[in-house]
């Protein structure tokens, strides 16, 4: 029952997906400072490669970059083949790459739904399906494997911005998670959902020039969210304490969802 014992991710091996920058790398740090060896992955290597030795210097601990596009097949198949080559077996997985394309409705593109459907969805099923059984190697009842799926409280609530396909494949990410939840949780492989609210990161930021006051003052904790309150409820979900959790989307969100239809404005 103690803090260290039941929050632990001592030596879990953690890979990372949208992990060089933003929530990602919360993600990341949260694990790193916990004693995790942490991959992570995204497009651009430079930008991958440079996030990975920052937080390894900065954590005094192991971060690798595995760049890969895994918004299809190929890229999912390509950063697959260049973990196994080092690892037999992965403890979680955490699907947190994701896209987002705003469009007015009249024009609203195929573009649009494509882009986001592939990355946002289709890819975190193909993840799944890939990795399970790297998962499963070492996962027993007693120490089961992990995945968490990034969401979002865009797939809750109705949004404000014009983001159709975001918000729609959001809420298939919650929807994707509870079903296959059920499949893995056979195979000692628990899957829940994080939905996060507001934090800064370049694509939340690109939406409100990088000024989060305004969000701030709209959200009931009155602030957008800090690394230390996503990464400390991923790491529950990875930890002993989140063993008997399963199949959940848990907002991360400061109470939005929870207020949702309050008028904050005068409060
Ligand atoms: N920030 C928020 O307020 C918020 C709220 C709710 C949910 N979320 C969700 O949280 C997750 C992270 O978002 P964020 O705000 O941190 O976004 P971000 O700053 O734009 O980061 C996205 C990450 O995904 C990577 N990525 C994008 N396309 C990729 C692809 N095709 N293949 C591999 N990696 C790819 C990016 O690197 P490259 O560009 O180099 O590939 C980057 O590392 C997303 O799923 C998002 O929907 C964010």
Redesign the pocket.
């Known amino acids: 029952m103690k803090i260290n014992d039941l929050f632990s991710v001592e030596k879990k091996v953690v890979l990372i997906?949208?992990?060089?920058?933003?929530?990602?790398?919360?993600l990341a740090s949260g694990f790193l400072a916990n004693g995790a060896k942490v991959y992570?992955?995204?497009?651009?290597?430079k930008?991958?490669d440079s996030?990975a030795k920052r937080l390894s210097e900065k954590y005094k601990n192991e971060c690798i970059s595995f760049?890969?596009?895994?918004?299809d097949l190929q890229?999912i198949n390509k950063?697959f083949n260049k973990f196994a080559e080092e690892n037999s077996s992965l403890d979680i997985l955490i699907?947190?790459?994701?896209?987002?394309w705003g469009e007015p409705f009249d024009s609203f593109s195929e573009d649009g739904w494509d882009?986001v459907m592939?990355?946002?969805v289709k890819?975190i099923f193909f993840m799944i399906q890939k990795f399970s059984s790297l998962l499963k190697k070492k996962a027993s009842t007693e120490n089961p494997a992990r995945i968490i799926n990034?969401?979002?409280?865009?797939g809750i609530n109705t949004p404000y911005y014009e983001n159709y396909s975001?918000s729609i494949a959001?809420s298939a990410?919650h929807k994707l998670t509870s079903v296959l939840a059920a499949r893995l949780i056979k195979e000692n492989i628990i899957c829940n959902a994080?939905?996060?609210?507001?934090?800064?990161?370049?694509?939340?930021?690109?939406a409100v020039e990088h000024d989060y006051s305004v969000i701030s003052k709209k959200n009931p904790s009155r602030r957008?969210?800090r690394p230390e309150d996503i990464a400390g409820l991923a790491l529950f979900l990875s930890s002993k304490a989140g063993q008997y959790t399963v199949g959940e989307t848990i907002t991360c969100?400061g109470g939005l969802v929870a207020s949702a239809g309050h008028d904050l404005t005068n409060d």
Not at 40 to 45: A, Q
Not at 95 to 100: D, E, L, T
């Open positions: 997906t949208g992990g060089s920058r933003g929530i990602g790398e919360m992570i992955s995204s497009r651009k290597s930008d991958c996030t760049p890969a596009d895994i918004s890229g950063l699907n947190n790459a994701g896209a987002v882009k592939d990355l946002n890819s990034i969401g979002s409280i865009d975001y959001k990410v994080i939905a996060p609210g507001p934090f800064p990161s370049k694509m939340l930021g690109s957008v969210g969100d």
